[in-house]
Each structure stands twice: as structure tokens, then as C-alpha cells.
């Protein structure tokens, strides 16, 4: 849990509780002890405490943060700065949350180059709860403290030195001789808390009323600006007592439960049911994709930027010039944006190569397919590629909703083929569906799943079936969305409960966004709903300034009175009659449906947990991170309330729908959906 090392007149305290040395109560402990003999021994001159492994400390546990059990880290902290002897952090790894606060309450601060330091736990929706809010603002100012603080992104050690967080940087193989040289060096006891720290109530305001937008609805990052406030007007004990209220006030709320049940769900979804850690996984050192189109480019962009060499197969010159130009124009943006530096431009380039030699496949581990969603197109595509790619090599399809089965039995080596379904804009949305069939190999779902985490995505296995998980949720939702429509609601009304729920977007923002054409058969004269009747008026969504809204030159979506007549007129020829139809019928036949197709996913395997459903829709779809995810959402308001509205709405579903048997169930008996 923690290893002393004396260095004759210095002790070096080394925290060691893997994977991230959180700050369990064992560990904070261990620590008060360690410390407490450290000190106590009058030959020691100082103290340095460090992380063993790639942590310096990954904060609090976040299991225990409803718990107060001793040593309490706030007073543990202020023990380290009362100490009369120097107590330096050697911050040799990322140091985090309560990790951070904890080297801010020692004397003097040395990081390594590549440690990162941040408070994050705005992200679980509570705000540093160990001195963090009253320390920060001292050591690095108002403007800082508030941007690490109340957005809870780590920054570089650099930066921090530039900062004043951090003394010195120095090199892996130096920072503890250093800290020890530091600590014997005689420079006096610096205390953060006697830091002098002023600012504005006015500097407060500005900040939030700056960020309105962004702070809306959410009760975390409002209170974070609160405490480092209360740094300004009070004293450092009466700074540390507002931010410990505050804490209080957000860690038991629906917001922080929620985001914390997303941190381990996200973890959770990596694992695979029946494999065990150890299984062997292949190594991907050359990456081929098929299919130099948006999705192609973007999947590629992920490779290409983590240093990972990659081959594009387009059709002809035109084709890869068309996937060149698109790769190179989406870097430029990350450079103009300062996303990206042009050396890691000119590097992540120099990775590519784009040809119409199907050939150039042979040496990539993984090939990725991503042409036209069409089965026949895709089964030649594989025909081709089980005859040109290694025989280690992975076969993904990019499809996002075709039978993987019916893909892979056209190989000779289906254990290698499986479906990873990114995400439009690719490059950018993290959700990776990993899709195993029935004959995938374990090895190479675990390689496909440690891969995508490699490029920095969030990877969760679904099983076969048409949408897989995201999409297959959406299909109930866009049909009600769609009947409503025609039944009396408006595009702006049903987007509107979407958008006030927390959703990025409605329904038919999203449809207009997508393209309306998507898997439209393309005869105007064939009109079997309403989509196929705005489609067939050539308004395809944001890309023909028409679809379910009309679109100026800013893309802003308006309601159109053209679209109001063709719903008029589709639903007369229908016969439906026009009625009013009640926010709640929306958030029923919308939400509560979805639950509901969770539900069966769940039942038939395709999901193998609520939770990976849960991470597919906030990480594919924009579902607001502090509500946790649908079927999280679901089991706060109660299953049984979800049961009673769908019944309650049943002759509205249509008479395809069916109430899920494990929902009933499990509502019935008051239990949750998780396998527990
Ligand atoms: N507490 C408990 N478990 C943790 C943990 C933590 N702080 N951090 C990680 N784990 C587990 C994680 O669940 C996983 O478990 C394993 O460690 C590896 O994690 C008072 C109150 C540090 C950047 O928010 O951001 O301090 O799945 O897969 O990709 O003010 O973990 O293997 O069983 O994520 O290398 C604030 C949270 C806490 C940081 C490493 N700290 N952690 O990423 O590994 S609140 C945070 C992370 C606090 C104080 C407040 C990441 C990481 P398993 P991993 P990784």
C-alpha cells in the first residue's frame, strides 16, 4: 500500500496502491503513519512523498467519496503543510483530483515532464473536496484555478510550472534525488494555505456569465465557482468549511450519482463477459482501411494521429485523391483551431498512404471496411480481402447495422472478422460498437477493444442485430416521432422535449443532420410515410437547406410552412385524424420506448449489461452525461414508471409494439435491471 525509503537524513514516502494510487482510507492510513514516523525522528531533515508506476496519485477513491472514514483527507493534507520539517511531491505521473490537492498541501512541488496535473472531479459531478478550491487559486490565480477547476481538464507540467503550481520540472531518472536534495536544502517551509490570494467578486460574475450556456442545468461546475469564490472573501479555514458545504451539497445529488455510475460503466463496458484479463491479444502495427469516403477518412484520422501507420484503398486516382485532399483539409482545421501542431500534422501525414492497389493491404493487422452500406458490395469486399490479407490479420466492417454474420461467412476465417461501428463524424465521436459474431475469436475481440482504446475511443461489445445497440434504440424512437408527427405534433415541439430533456438535438434535427436519404429507396412516387413524402419533395435535411426544417445560410433549423403542408396533406390521405398530442405523450413514446428496446437487447444478449447500454447513448448520441444514460435514467424514475406510461399509451405504439418481458419483470419485482 505505501514503501519508505531513507535516504539518510530524508525519508521518501511512496505511495503504492495500483492501478492509480487513489487515495483509499488503507492508503491514507498508511500515510498519516508514515508521515507522522517521518517526522518524528529528529535526524530527518524533510520528507518527499511519490507515486509508484505511471501515477503520482489518481485522487480520492471514488468509491469511498460517500463515506467519511479517518484519516479524512482534508485534515491529512493540512497535517502535511503544518509539518515543521519540508515536505516535497516528486510528481513523477499524472497527479489528480485529491492526488493533486495532496501535492498542493506539501511545501514545494517537482514534476516530470510528461506528468499531467488536474482536478477532475467536476466530471463527477462534485468539485475538490480536500483544499483543492482554496489551494489552487493561491498558488496559480483566479483565472486558472477557475478553468482547471470548473472544467476539470489535467494540464501539462509545464504548464504548470509556467503557472506556478509546480517548482521545477525534472527528468524520470533524477526527480527523486532531486526532491531528496531539495528536501535537505534548508529552503524554508512554504505553506500554501499562508499564500496571499486576491481577486474580484466581479472576475466571478464575468466567468459565469461568460459560460452560461455551458454551465446551464448543471450543478457542479456553478458550485465550483462558488468555492474558489469563497477563497477570495474568507479566510483559508472558512474557505476550506464553504468548500466542504458545497461538496456535501453536490456528492449524495442526482447529478454526481449519475456521472459516477458513467465512470465505472465506461469501465465495466471494456470487459468481456467470460475473458479474463490475460487473454492474448494481436498486435496492430499497420492499419488498412477500404474506402477512402467520410467514415474511411475519419476512422482513419484516429490511426494516423496515435502514430499508427495506415493504408486507404480507394477506387481510382480520382478517388484517392478525393481521400487525400479530405485528410489533409480535416488537419489543417486542427492546426487553424490549435488543436493539432503542424509537426504532429506533417507526422500523422507522413503515416499515410492512399492507393487503388488492393494489394497494399497485405502487411496491415487490421483492415477496416467502410464502403456504401450495401450487403453484396461489402461480401465481395471480404471475398477480395480473405484472399490478399495476412493471415494474422483482423477483418473489421464499418457497417452500422448489416448482418456481420452474413459478412464474415463469406471469409475463410470468420474467428477474425467482426464490426467496429464508429461513429459520424468519426474522427471526433468516441463510441466505438465493437461487434462480435458468432464465430469472433475472443483474441480478437480483446485486440479490437484495446485498440480502440488505444486511438481514443470508448469501445463497447454489442452482438449481432439490426442497429446492433444505439441504432436499434433509435428505430421506436423515430417511428413514434415520426406517427406523432402526422397525429398533430410539430418537428419544433417534439425537438423541443428532446432538447429540454438534454439531448444536443430532436429527433428531426437529427434526421435533417444525417440526411433524410439515408436508406430512402429513392422513388419520389413511392411514398409509404412521412419521411419518404418529405424526401420525395427533394428535401433531403441540412445539405438541401430543406428537410424537416428549413435551413438559411447559418444552418439554423426554422419550421416550414411547406413541411406543415405536406404533413396536412399525408395525413388526410391517411385519414388520421388531427389531434393535440401532450408533452408527456413525447417523452413516452420517445424515451420510454427506447427503455423498453433496451430492455430486449438486454434480454436477447445483444447488450451484455445496462450499463454498456448506458455508454453506447451518452458517448453515440449526446445523452446528458449527468442523467447517466438511458437505462440508468429508466431505474431513477422507476421501471414500473416506465411500465405504467407505455401501458398507459399502448393503443398509441402501434401494433408491432411489444412491452419487454424483463422489464415487466424486473419492474414487478422491484429489481434492477443489471444482471444482479
Ligand atoms: N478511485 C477508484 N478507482 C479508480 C480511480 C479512483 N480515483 N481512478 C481509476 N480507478 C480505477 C478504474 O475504475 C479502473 O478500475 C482502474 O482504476 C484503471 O483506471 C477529495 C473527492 C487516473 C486517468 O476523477 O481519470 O479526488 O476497471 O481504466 O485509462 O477532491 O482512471 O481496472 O477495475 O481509467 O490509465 C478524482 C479518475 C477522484 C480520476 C487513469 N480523480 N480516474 O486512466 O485507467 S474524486 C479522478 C481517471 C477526488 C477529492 C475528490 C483514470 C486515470 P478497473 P482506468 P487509465
Redesign the pocket.
Known amino acids: 500500500m505505501l514503501g519508505v525509503v531513507h535516504h539518510d537524513d530524508v525519508v521518501e514516502i511512496v505511495l503504492a496502491n495500483p492501478?492509480?494510487n487513489?487515495?483509499?482510507v488503507q492508503l491514507r492510513s498508511a500515510l498519516a503513519k508514515a508521515l507522522s514516523d517521518a517526522l518524528s525522528f529528529p535526524h530527518v531533515r524533510g520528507v518527499v512523498i511519490r507515486g509508484q508506476g505511471?501515477?503520482f496519485c489518481?485522487?480520492?477513491?471514488?468509491?469511498?467519496?460517500e463515506q467519511h472514514n479517518d484519516p479524512w483527507?482534508?485534515d491529512l493534507i493540512d497535517r502535511i503543510e503544518a509539518a515543521g520539517k519540508p515536505v516535497i511531491a516528486a510528481i513523477q505521473g499524472?497527479a489528480?483530483?485529491?492526488?493533486l490537492?495532496l501535492a498542493m498541501g506539501c511545501h514545494y512541488r517537482l514534476a516530470t515532464p510528461s506528468a499531467k496535473l488536474?482536478?477532475?472531479?467536476v466530471?463527477?459531478g462534485?468539485?475538490?473536496?480536500?483544499g483543492?478550491t482554496q489551494r489552487l487559486p493561491r498558488l496559480a490565480g483566479a483565472e486558472t484555478a477557475l478553468d482547471m477547476i470548473v472544467w476539470?481538464e489535467p494540464i501539462s507540467a509545464l504548464r504548470a510550472l509556467e503557472r506556478g503550481i509546480v517548482d521545477r520540472i525534472v527528468d524520470q531518472d533524477r526527480i527523486v534525488a532531486e526532491a531528496v536534495a531539495y528536501a535537505r536544502s534548508g529552503q524554508g517551509i512554504r505553506r500554501t494555505r499562508e499564500l496571499p490570494f486576491v481577486a474580484s467578486d466581479e472576475a466571478f460574475d464575468l466567468f459565469k456569465s461568460k459560460n452560461t450556456r455551458r454551465l446551464r442545468g448543471l450543478h457542479a461546475p456553478a458550485a465550483c465557482v462558488e468555492a474558489v469564490r469563497a477563497a477570495a472573501q474568507l479566510s483559508f479555514d472558512e474557505g476550506l468549511r464553504r468548500e466542504h458545504e458545497l461538496?456535501i451539497g453536490l456528492?449524495k445529488g442526482e447529478q454526481s450519482l449519475a456521472l459516477r455510475h458513467l465512470?465505472?460503466a465506461?469501465?465495466?463496458a471494456?470487459?468481456i463477459e467470460g475473458l479474463g484479463k490475460d487473454i492474448a491479444r494481436r498486435t496492430i502495427r499497420k492499419v488498412g482501411v477500404i474506402g477512402g469516403g467520410t467514415m474511411g477518412t475519419g476512422i482513419s484520422i484516429n490511426f494516423l494521429s496515435r502514430g499508427i501507420p495506415l493504408t486507404i484503398i480507394e477506387m481510382d486516382p480520382d478517388g484517392v485523391a478525393r481521400a487525400r485532399n479530405f485528410i489533409t483539409a480535416s488537419y489543417n482545421t486542427a492546426i487553424a483551431k490549435g488543436n493539432l501542431s503542424e509537426d504532429q500534422v506533417e507526422k500523422a501525414l507522413s503515416l499515410l498512404e492512399v492507393t487503388h492497389d488492393f494489394s497494399a493491404l497485405s502487411g496491415c493487422d487490421l483492415v477496416i471496411e467502410a464502403v456504401y452500406e450495401d450487403i453484396e458490395l461489402k461480401k465481395d469486399v471480404f471475398r477480395r480481402l480473405d484472399r490478399i490479407a495476412d493471415s494474422s490479420a483482423i477483418l473489421a466492417t464499418n457497417t452500422s447495422f448489416l448482418d456481420v454474420n452474413k459478412i464474415a461467412a463469406v471469409t475463410s476465417r470468420p474467428n477474425d472478422v467482426l464490426g467496429l461501428h464508429f461513429f459520424s463524424p468519426a474522427n471526433i465521436m468516441k463510441l466505438v460498437e465493437v461487434v462480435r459474431g458468432t464465430e469472433t475469436g475472443p483474441d480478437v475481440l480483446a485486440t479490437a477493444i484495446e485498440v480502440s482504446?488505444k486511438i481514443g475511443k470508448v469501445p463497447v461489445v454489442a452482438g449481432v442485430c439490426d442497429g446492433f445497440i444505439g441504432n436499434r434504440m433509435l428505430t421506436p424512437r423515430q417511428a413514434n416521432a415520426e406517427a406523432m408527427l402526422v397525429e398533430g405534433a410539430t418537428p419544433e415541439q417534439i425537438d423541443r422535449v428532446h432538447i429540454d430533456f438534454g439531448m444536443p438535438m430532436g429527433p428531426f434535427q437529427m434526421l435533417d443532420l444525417a440526411g433524410l436519404d439515408v436508406g430512402w429507396h429513392r422513388n419520389p412516387a413511392r411514398i409509404d410515410n412521412i419521411k419518404d413524402a418529405i424526401c420525395s419533395r427533394g428535401r433531403l435535411g441540412q445539405k438541401t437547406k430543406a428537410g424537416f426544417y428549413d435551413y438559411g445560410d447559418d444552418r439554423k433549423p426554422r419550421p416550414s410552412e411547406v413541411v406543415e403542408q405536406i404533413v396536412g396533406e399525408f395525413r388526410e390521405r391517411a385519414g388520421i385524424p388531427l389531434r393535440r398530442i401532450a408533452d408527456e405523450e413525447i417523452v413516452v413514446r420517445t424515451l420510454y420506448t427506447m427503455v423498453n428496446e433496451g430492455a430486449k437487447i438486454l434480454e436477447e444478449g445483444i447488450a451484455q449489461r445496462a450499463s454498456d447500454i448506458n455508454v453506447v447513448w451518452v458517448y453515440g448520441y449526446g445523452w446528458p452525461r449527468h442523467k447517466g444514460g438511458p437505462m440508468y435514467w429508466a431505474e431513477r424514475i422507476g421501471l414500473q414508471t416506465i411500465v405504467d406510461g407505455l401501458t398507459r399509451y399502448r393503443d398509441r405504439l402501434g401494433s408491432t409494439f411489444t412491452l419487454s418481458p424483463l422489464l415487466k419483470k424486473r419492474a414487478a419485482e422491484g429489481r434492477s435491471l443489471n444482471n444482479e
Open positions: 492501478p492509480v487513489a487515495l483509499s505511471s501515477f489518481g485522487g480520492a477513491d471514488i468509491n469511498e467519496l483527507l482534508p499524472d489528480l483530483g485529491g492526488g490537492e488536474g482536478l477532475p472531479e466530471k463527477l462534485i468539485l475538490p473536496g480536500a483543492g476539470g461538496f456528492v465512470f465505472f465506461e469501465r465495466s471494456r470487459k482504446r
